[in-house]
């Protein structure tokens, strides 16, 4: 299951090392992308999809998203709404 998939014209990736949410940002900053923002009802749809496919897949998945403990903004700089 890990892997690009791309839903809607928007790509997103998984992976199966386990790590940090600092590492894992950093790992998607590597890669040219970014921790996921879920900020509209098309994100959400499409998360969804993802997340039914992993319960599917059986496996054992952490999921990190780009909000921010502490300041609750997105690590686009966006205040939680």
Do not use: H
């Amino acid at each position: 299951m890990p892997g690009a998939f791309l839903i809607r014209n928007r790509c997103y990736w998984l992976s199966r090392s386990a790590t940090t949410w600092f590492m894992a940002r950093k790992e998607c900053l590597d890669q040219g992308g970014d921790l996921l923002e879920l900020t509209d009802p098309d994100t959400d749809d499409e998360v969804g999809v993802i997340l039914r496919q992993l319960e599917m897949d059986k496996g054992s998945y952490k999921v990190w998203i780009g909000l921010y403990r502490g300041s609750w903004k997105w690590t686009t700089g966006k205040m939680m709404s």
